[in-house]
T-cell receptor, first 112, second 112 residues
Framework: GQQLNQSPQSMFIQEGEDVSMNCTSS?????WLWYKQDPGEGPVLLIA?????ELTSNGRLTAQFGITRKDSFLNISASIPSDVGIYFC????????????FGKGTKLSVKP | IAGITQAPTSQILAAGRRMTLRCTQD?????MYWYRQDLGLGLRLIHY???????GKGEVPDGYSVSRANTDDFPLTLASAVPSQTSVYFC???????????FGDGTRLSIL
């Protein structure tokens, strides 16, 4: 079935560093969503992208909808300890009646 | 605070027992979803409902059933629990299909 490939699977960085992660698909997506999940909690929506080439920011987070519509990128600038968590990309799978499929996540750990 | 409430937060259950996980939302969202989250497999859709009175099967529906008698509630039932259903279960809702979903904090279920 349709899959979203997220990379990297995990990152271990120093506080203050910038972070980049991406998500790719074999199919064209019309929407890309980025979620963050803290330990013991449900995923929380960070950014939603609706148009190819769109660049959207939410504080220190910036996400881009790839021009091919088959990928998306999430950047975090000047990371802080509370950025720790798992970041998921998601989008409505083609022919899915609007149901989302999720990448397997990028686990971010930050050294203080 | 508006959102999604899941109950119970955690449960240990003997194999063969019947169990219903509850999910209630107060955002008047039309669409609701049930996912399971397993290590290394990400979030997988079990069942969904695009509007009250209708339900559909997701990626991993076997062994689970749902009902949607009204807009707010979307219970998930395991008719006869098996150990492979040990997982963290998340309920989500969205205003409609193709729109970003909002998640509850999950139910951690262990089947022994």
């Amino acid at each position: 079935g349709q899959q979203l490939n997220q990379s990297p699977q995990s990152m271990f960085i120093q506080e203050g560093e910038d972070v980049s992660m991406n998500c790719t698909s074999s199919s064209i997506f019309n929407t890309w969503l980025w979620y963050k999940q803290d330990p013991g909690e449900g995923p929380v929506l960070l950014i939603a992208l609706y148009k190819a080439g769109e660049l959207t920011s939410n504080g220190r987070l910036t996400a881009q909808f790839g021009i091919t519509r088959k990928d998306s990128f999430l950047n975090i600038s000047a990371s802080i300890p509370s950025d720790v968590g798992i970041y998921f990309c998601a989008g409505p799978a083609p022919g899915s009646q609007g149901n989302l499929i999720f990448g397997k996540g990028t686990k971010l750990s930050v050294k203080p | 605070i508006a959102g999604i409430t899941q109950a119970p937060t955690s449960q240990i259950l003997a194999a063969g027992r019947r169990m219903t996980l509850r999910c209630t939302q107060d955002m008047r969202h039309n669409a609701m979803y049930w996912y399971r989250q397993d290590l290394g497999l990400g979030l997988r859709l079990i069942h969904y409902s695009n509007t009250a009175g209708t339900t559909g099967k997701g990626e991993v529906p076997d062994g689970y059933s749902v009902s949607r008698a009204n807009t707010d509630d979307f219970p998930l039932t395991l008719a006869s629990a098996v150990p492979s259903q040990t997982s963290v279960y998340f309920c989500a809702s969205s205003p409609g299909p193709y729109q970003p979903q909002h998640f509850g904090d999950g139910t951690r279920l262990s089947i022994l």
